[in-house]
């Protein structure tokens, strides 16, 4: 049974426009959700996290927004730019600390 | 900088040949994991360790071995590599087990001749 399940598994989005990456979990005791970004030929990078006491973080133009109840959580890329296409993954992390991935999105952002 | 470090970046072994991949950090972490990531697919963790403590997922194959001789190192063994295991191997540290931020290594792309 999949326990991160992603979408869409592809997006394309024009240079400028939003980006939203969703994913949703099954395991209640999940604690700590992050989000990484890897570029071909690298190694995924946290891009941003949230714990489940709080419903939304931002770091300059990405934002998690997270629905406890509904147990589901969401990325926001906001002014989308071309650099920003990667891979995105979304996980799950339970103590002790093993992370659980998602399939991952590829976004391309079109100039 | 503090970093993860994965030797080789790319390794070419033969059906059957043992392989090592070796991964050092520098960041002084606790925790160390092996990752197996096919093509367009997620990372799939392998074993962890914490400190000297080993942990294996229960459906890593048993060709699959790993060591943790310091804090710094730790090595995938494969003993006989089929052609299934060509794959991006990811090594990964945390500070603890809390769900702290995990750093990845750039990766080992293993090809199976």
């Known amino acids: 049974q999949q326990q991160v399940k992603q979408s869409p598994q592809s997006l394309i989005v024009q240079k400028g426009g939003i980006s939203i990456i969703n994913c949703a979990y099954e395991?209640?005791?999940?604690?700590?959700f992050p989000w990484y970004q890897q570029f071909p030929g690298k190694g995924p990078a946290l891009l941003i996290a949230i714990r489940p006491d709080v419903s939304e973080k931002k770091e300059g133009r990405f934002t998690i927004s997270f629905n406890k109840s509904a147990k589901q959580f969401s990325l926001h890329i906001m002014d989308s730019q071309p650099g920003d296409s990667a891979t995105y993954f979304c996980?799950?992390?339970?103590?002790?600390?093993?992370?659980?991935f998602g399939d991952g999105t590829t976004l391309t952002v079109k100039p | 900088d503090a970093m993860v470090i994965q030797n080789p970046r790319y390794q070419v072994t033969q059906f059957g040949k043992p392989v090592t991949l070796s991964c050092s950090q520098t960041?002084?972490?606790?925790?160390m994991y092996w990752y197996q990531q096919k093509s367009s697919q997620a990372p799939k963790l392998l074993f962890h360790y914490y400190d000297k403590d080993f942990n294996n997922e229960a459906d890593t194959p048993d060709n699959f071995q790993s060591r943790r001789p310091n804090t710094s190192f730790c090595f995938l063994d494969i003993r006989s590599p089929g052609l299934g295991d060509a794959a991006m191997y990811l090594c990964?540290?945390?500070?603890?087990?809390?769900?702290?931020?995990?750093?990845f290594g750039p990766g080992t792309r293993l090809t199976v001749l």
């Open positions: 990964a540290t945390s500070r603890d087990v809390s769900g702290d931020e995990q750093f």
């Open positions: 996980a799950a992390s339970l103590l002790p600390g093993k992370s659980t």
């Open positions: 960041l002084n972490h606790n925790v």
């Open positions: 395991n209640t005791a999940f604690d700590y």
